[in-house]
């Protein structure tokens, strides 16, 4: 039990349509960071966000964005979902000083059709 | 640019057999590195952490792993496997710049047969 929750832990939309995906930190953790899992290979780092702000970003294109509450829960938007879109999203959390010590979530499964 | 080699898909191991799990790195700064364990349909757990100081790094579960500098190598080892350790095995890097921006590996399927 890592503390940090994420839902929905799966769903599926189609091809052009727009998702929402939710995390909630553990109490504390000012930084929270998403990866994309895609089947067989290993999470791909999308942003990160400390103290709501944009502090990291991957090799994702913009119609992945992002938000960080002052509540340190925070959500991953996906626009114009394509098909390759279809992957586990992981979030994880975070506090500084803590010798990068990272919890993840376990995940939300999204399948694009 | 950090980048993490995971040099074993897959590795399949008797119970009770030793294992070794196979990182390689390439970085141009001093690094962090990781091993994360991942069970079918589950999030990410830490195994254990190499941060700085002794090079022989004891994690949960009876995992240990080296950092060796000169080879740029971080493998995980286990002297004696369970059938509950078959899993998904993640090493990772970090450049310490940016708490939770982690490189990966492709991962390794560790199946530990009776």
């Known amino acids: 039990e890592t503390g940090v929750t994420q839902s929905p832990t799966h769903l599926i939309k189609t091809r052009g349509q727009q998702v929402t995906l939710r995390c909630s930190s553990q109490?504390?953790?000012?930084?929270v960071s998403w990866y994309q899992q895609a089947l067989g290979q290993g999470p791909q780092f999308i942003f990160q966000?400390?103290?709501?702000?944009?502090?990291g970003r991957g090799n994702f294109p913009p119609r992945f964005s992002g938000l960080q509450f002052p509540n340190y829960s925070s959500e991953l938007n996906v626009n114009a979902l394509e098909l390759d879109d279809s992957a586990l999203y992981l979030c994880?959390?975070?506090?500084?000083?803590?010798?990068?010590?990272?919890?993840f979530g376990e995940g939300s499964w999204l399948t694009v059709v | 640019a950090q980048s993490v080699t995971q040099l074993d898909s897959q590795v399949p191991v008797f119970e009770e057999a030793p294992v070794e799990l196979r990182c390689n790195y390439s970085?141009?700064?001093?690094?962090?590195l990781f091993w994360y364990v991942q069970y079918p349909n589950q999030g990410l757990q830490l195994l254990l952490k190499y941060l700085s100081g002794s090079t022989l790094v004891k994690g949960i579960n009876g995992f240990e792993a080296e950092f060796n500098k000169s080879q740029t190598s971080f493998h995980l080892r286990k002297p004696s496997v369970h059938i509950s350790d078959t899993a998904e095995y993640f090493c990772?890097?970090?450049?310490?710049?940016?708490?939770?921006?982690?490189?990966f590996g492709k991962g390794t399927k560790l199946s530990v047969k009776p």
């Open positions: 966000y400390y103290r709501e702000e944009e502090n």
């Open positions: 990772a890097v970090s450049d310490g710049g940016s708490q939770g921006n982690l490189i």
């Open positions: 109490s504390g953790h000012n930084t």
């Open positions: 994880a959390s975070s506090k500084t000083g803590t010798g990068h010590t990272i919890y």
């Open positions: 970085s141009s700064v001093s690094v962090y």
